[in-house]
């Protein structure tokens, strides 16, 4: 079980809204690969439900359609990376936004929260 709480869907769209500049960047993988950050997603955030939406994403390449079937209140953000490849199919891989944050060692905009009257801890964390 991840040890960090989900977000409520208020908190993940203003996450989502926040980093979304980071849609369309380019990197170098852990492997060397060349990769781009496709988009910034508002995923359900319990794992079995979230590979159903990534599957549902790369069949109709449309978040909101990837989770329309989703109806509990627990959500995460996602960056989803596309590896370039010149001939063949692109191969995908997803991170969360915290786990990306930390690698880059930049923390998590929690004033971005300030702008929601949400009784809940903003951090993400275990409150």
Request: glycine residues 6%; negative net charge; aromatic residues 14%.
């Amino acid at each position: 079980m991840d040890k960090r709480r989900p977000f409520v869907l208020e908190e993940a769209s203003a996450l989502a809204i926040e980093y979304g500049h980071l849609g369309g960047e380019a990197h170098i993988s852990n492997t060397g690969d060349f990769e781009v950050i496709e988009a910034v997603a508002i995923v359900p955030y319990d794992k079995t439900y979230r590979f159903l939406f990534f599957k549902l994403y790369h069949e109709t390449n449309d978040m909101e359609k990837a989770m329309a079937f989703y109806e509990l209140p627990a959500f995460d953000v996602f960056l989803i990376f596309k590896e370039l490849i010149p001939l063949g199919e692109p191969k995908y891989r997803y991170m969360d936004i915290r786990t990306y944050l930390e690698e880059i060692g930049t923390p998590l905009n929690k004033s971005i929260f300030a702008s929601y009257d949400l009784d809940v801890c903003c951090c993400g964390e275990n409150a």
